[in-house]
Structures are given as C-alpha cells and as structure tokens.
C-alpha cells in the first residue's frame, strides 16, 4: 500500500537531490567505499536526559503553522534511541572520500576527533558556530550557551577551499516562523560549509537529515545530495521544505547565502547532473 510517506519520497528526488525516508546508516551502508565527497551531519547527540532539570520551562515551537510545546533539552525519542558515535561513523565513514563535517555536543569533541583518527583521517579540529540569538536558557544560573561544536576530519590530501578563515562562524539560529524542526540548523551556515568542504557536482551525504537544510543547500549549490530521514513527520515536512526551496531544474551554484530561503528561480543554463551512484 502506499501511504502518505511514500507520495512524498517519490517527489523528494530531483536530478540534484535523493532524500529518502528510512534509516540512514543502513540505506547509505549501500553506498560504494570512497563514494562520498563530504559526509556533512548533524546527528542525534543523544543527550536529552543530561540537559533535563527541574528549573527548565517548556518553550513553544511553530510547526507547519501550528504551534506545540516542547520540553527544553527534550528533542525527541530520535535522540534517546540513537546510537553511539562508534557505531554510526563504522558504517558511514569508509563511504568517505574527502571531508567530514560532524555536528556534536562539546562533550562529544574528543570522542569524535579519535574516530575520525582511528579511520585514518585526519582530524583537523572543531569548528564553533555562534549562535547571535541563543536561547537565554538558565541565564540566572550559568553563561548561556550560545555555540554549537562541529568536528572535521578529511583524507589525506583533500582540498580545502578556504583561505585564511576562521573556525568561529556567527550565524543567528532560524526564527521560529522558519523553523519545521527543532535543532534546524541555518541554510547561511550549511551554505559556508559546502562552500568550503566541497566542489560543483560532489556528492554530498547526510544521513540524519532532520528538515533537509544540507540537501537544500547542496542542491542549490549545484552539489549531488543524497539524505535520510527515518522519522515520518520529520521527513514529510522535510520534502515539503524541498519542493518549496529546491528547483525542479537546476539553480546557479553561486546563488548568494542570504538567498537560499527564498524558493529557486529555474535555471536553464546549467548543466544537468545525472544523480547515480
Ligand atoms: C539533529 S536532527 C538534524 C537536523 C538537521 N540538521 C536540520 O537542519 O534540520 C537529526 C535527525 O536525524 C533523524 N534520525 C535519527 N536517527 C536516524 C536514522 N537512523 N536514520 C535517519 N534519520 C535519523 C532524526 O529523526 C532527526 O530528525
């Protein structure tokens, strides 16, 4: 039978862009070694119970236009039942050929940077995206945490196609009107990452896809990119966000940061990709 779910996957395919619904580790374990061009993610840290306690109020977030209640530091059961950091990268970093951009909780730094050592990679460091508007969370108690870590690594003798950057990106977290996830990351952010990690037609991978911010970004940017979502709403309204923000056809690569929200214009003269593996 088909359900819902599957209307929209067959319509989340486009020639720059594959997301599909299910599990990412398994779907993209298919993937041939030395396939991916950057691993770029933002998986389930699963640490929602560490950052529950007494004193945190809920907070309202927007989703498809109606509004519900979540616990702060609760994000779902996704990120209880996720596994451990080693189990996931075991399976998906040997898919990689070039960079690796992880998203993770400060506490899980080092435990990533030894993963990406132990895969022969080198693990150039960790990057920070300040939050310019954190959520003012405990701040009669503590600084408010207004950064997020992400972790690199690349093979040996990748590109980088930076010059003289910083590891510190400002960045403010999308308002509640844009947001359909909730640890939605910003397209601008995304945006600079496969800028800098990746080229016009490399494969880009994101296993954990929440809201599809990296395939939106990949594709408009004229990379290949290929996403999972295992989670049924998530992925619905995730597809959804596609249709709205990635061409049919195809968009220019250089399409400006501040632009990428707004829905692409159909470019017809930029060559087609064919999207195989
Ligand atoms: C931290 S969120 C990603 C948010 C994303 N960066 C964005 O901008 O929206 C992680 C997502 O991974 C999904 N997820 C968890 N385990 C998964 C799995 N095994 N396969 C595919 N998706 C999974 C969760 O449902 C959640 O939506």
């Not at 020639?15 to 599909?20: E, K, M």
């Not at 093979?155 to 009107?177: A, W, Y």
């Amino acid at each position: 039978m088909i359900g819902a779910t599957d209307v929209a996957h067959e319509s989340a395919r486009g020639p720059l862009h594959d997301f599909r619904f299910g599990d990412g580790i398994a779907g993209a374990s298919e993937l041939p070694d030395l396939s991916v061009d950057l691993l770029l993610t933002d998986p389930p840290y699963n640490i929602s119970k560490a950052y529950v306690c007494e004193t945190q109020v809920p907070r309202r977030l927007r989703t498809n236009g109606s509004d519900f209640i979540m616990p702060k530091g609760y994000f779902g059961q996704w990120d209880e039942e996720f596994p451990q950091p080693g189990e996931w990268t075991r399976v998906l970093i040997p898919k990689v050929r070039g960079w690796v951009v992880i998203f993770c909780a400060q506490a899980q730094i080092g435990e990533y940077c030894n993963i990406l050592n132990a895969h022969k990679l080198s693990a150039v460091g960790t990057m920070v995206w300040h939050k310019t508007n954190p959520v003012p969370f405990n701040h009669r108690y503590k600084p408010i945490n207004a950064w997020e870590a992400i972790v690199i690594g690349k093979r040996p003798g990748t590109k980088f196609n930076g010059k003289t950057i910083h590891n510190v990106f400002e960045c403010k977290s999308p308002s509640p009107q844009e947001r359909i996830h909730p640890t939605q990351k910003p397209l601008d952010l995304i945006a600079k990452f496969i800028t800098l990690f990746s080229n016009k037609g490399a494969v880009v991978l994101d296993p954990f896809a929440g809201s599809a911010t990296t395939l939106i970004v990949a594709a408009n940017l004229g990379r290949r990119a290929l996403g999972y979502e295992n989670d049924p709403t998530h992925f619905d309204a995730a597809a959804m966000r596609i249709r709205r923000h990635v061409s049919p056809l195809e968009v220019h690569p250089e399409t400006s940061f501040p632009s990428l929200e707004k829905p692409a214009e159909p470019c017809n003269h930029c060559p087609q990709l064919t999207f195989s593996w």
